[in-house]
């Protein structure tokens, strides 16, 4: 009975220990499982600083050593796209077409903020998985991108929006092996090129008018020395005279036509300036002298004045590009008398102050309507063709004037009112820089 007890009691004693033992080991499981999933969340949330502390089990160490090295294998595999990514997106916004991406079921993937300006998304806005119905606004553009979606071949179009606004939409299909693994349908690029019809087109109607404006006085030229040859021994000579004087006259015109043509091609031209020390009295006085028998003719008074500081030897002296400094001044003093009336006036006014020089040529002619302002540095536009049938001219001048100060990093405003004169206003910037491509001109100007 003794040795029966006895051996009860050590089962108990060893059923206890046991106990104790395989709770200890079941409240370590706990507590490594705890660990895990606390860990994971951790993770789930994409914070990579939840590591498994080392264990005193083996077991428990080989998982932790393996969920650890897991655990930096994501954390580098994020930080590789999560690069990628800043780079895509950098490249994105330095692109200056628009890049929209459409996936399988027709919603945005991808885009970039060009595409939302050239759609009329708010930038600030994510519309990444949204339809591409609920975001293109513009009817022509979605039906355009709707019909060619699936095609398997690039296709691109012009499309003209009714603001004015000239876009080429290119639509590219994301070409794989297996279609049923992608998830990006089409690439649509978006190019603006609104200014560049605007140049082609401008290009094809200087070289329309140039053709024009040479055959005219050409074909005049032309048909008077036909008539001279084949009429010779009829034709009096008063009116052999009159015909010569016809023939120089168009000549005369043909030459400065082609000159002004020059003139442009060459200020439009990459060819450095060279600033010089400009003495304003005699550039005018050489204009004047130039523009002297012209004013008389019509009866226009010329007139100078100036309103800026005397240097050391008591000359009136400005930094510029000499030579299209005073055909800037000729062509604006010529404008000033052909478009005014008997009696008028031409003005000159120089003016300045710490970082510009100022001249304004203003007259009391005939003036320019508010629908004209806009357009008159056009090539070849010439104000109230109506009521001016005979003004002669190019129609260049003022496009000269345009494209000097392009050249010259200035700018130019216009006053007038119609019947009452014009007051051109030129800004020369004191600090030249050769180098700066930035065009100063007025909105209503360019």
């Not at 994501?74 to 895509?88: A, C």
């Not at 357009?375 to 001048?397: M, P």
Request: overall charge negative; aromatic content about 8%; glycine content about 4%.
């Amino acid at each position: 009975m003794y040795k029966i007890n006895h051996i009860i009691a050590l089962v108990m004693i060893i059923s206890w220990i046991v106990s104790l033992l395989l709770y200890k080991e079941i409240r370590n499981l706990r507590d490594f499982m705890h660990d895990v999933i606390n860990s994971s969340k951790k993770v789930k949330n994409m914070d990579f600083d939840a590591k498994l502390n080392i264990s005193k089990h083996a077991e428990f160490n080989t998982f932790a050593g393996d969920y650890n090295d897991m655990i930096d294998m994501l954390e580098r595999s994020f930080e590789q796209v999560e690069g990628k990514n800043i780079q895509l997106n950098s490249i994105l916004k330095s692109v200056s077409n628009g890049i929209l991406v459409i996936d399988v079921s027709d919603r945005v993937f991808l885009i970039n903020d060009k595409a939302k300006e050239y759609l009329g998304c708010p930038i600030e806005k994510s519309i990444e998985l949204e339809s591409i119905y609920d975001v293109i606004s513009d009817k022509k553009i979605l039906e355009f991108i709707q019909y060619n979606i699936n095609r398997d071949t690039s296709i691109s179009k012009e499309i003209k929006l009714e603001g004015g606004k000239i876009y080429n939409v290119k639509v590219d299909p994301l070409s794989m092996e297996s279609r049923k693994e992608i998830l990006i349908a089409s690439v649509v690029n978006i190019e603006d090129i609104t200014e560049r019809i605007k140049l082609e087109n401008m290009r094809s109607d200087f070289a329309a008018n140039v053709s024009h404006e040479l055959k005219t006085p050409l074909t005049s030229i032309q048909g008077f020395v036909e008539t001279l040859k084949t009429n010779d021994d009829t034709i009096s000579p008063e009116m052999r005279k009159r015909f010569l004087e016809i023939i120089e006259n168009e000549s005369y015109r043909l030459r400065i036509l082609i000159n002004d043509i020059l003139l442009l091609s060459s200020i439009e031209g990459d060819e450095e300036l060279n600033n010089e020390w400009v003495d304003l009295e005699k550039v005018n006085e050489r204009i004047f002298n130039m523009l002297a028998d012209k004013a008389k003719s019509q009866e226009i008074h010329l007139d100078v004045e100036y309103k800026l500081n005397k240097n050391d030897e008591g000359k009136f002296m400005i930094l510029t590009q000499k030579q299209y400094f005073k055909e800037l001044i000729i062509n604006l003093m010529t404008n000033g008398i052909k478009y005014n009336n008997p009696g008028g006036y031409v003005k000159v006014v120089y003016e300045e102050d710490q970082n510009n020089y100022y001249v304004t040529v203003q007259d009391n002619g005939i003036g320019i309507s508010e629908d004209e302002k806009d357009r008159i540095f056009e090539r070849f536009y010439r104000v109230s063709k109506s009521r001016n049938k005979d003004i002669d001219g190019t129609g260049l001048g003022l496009a000269i004037v345009k494209h000097i100060l392009i050249s010259l990093n200035g700018d130019i405003s216009l006053e007038s009112k119609l019947g009452e004169g014009s007051s051109f206003k030129i800004t020369l910037p004191k600090n030249h820089n050769k180098n700066n491509d930035t065009i100063y001109l007025s909105p209503n100007n360019v």
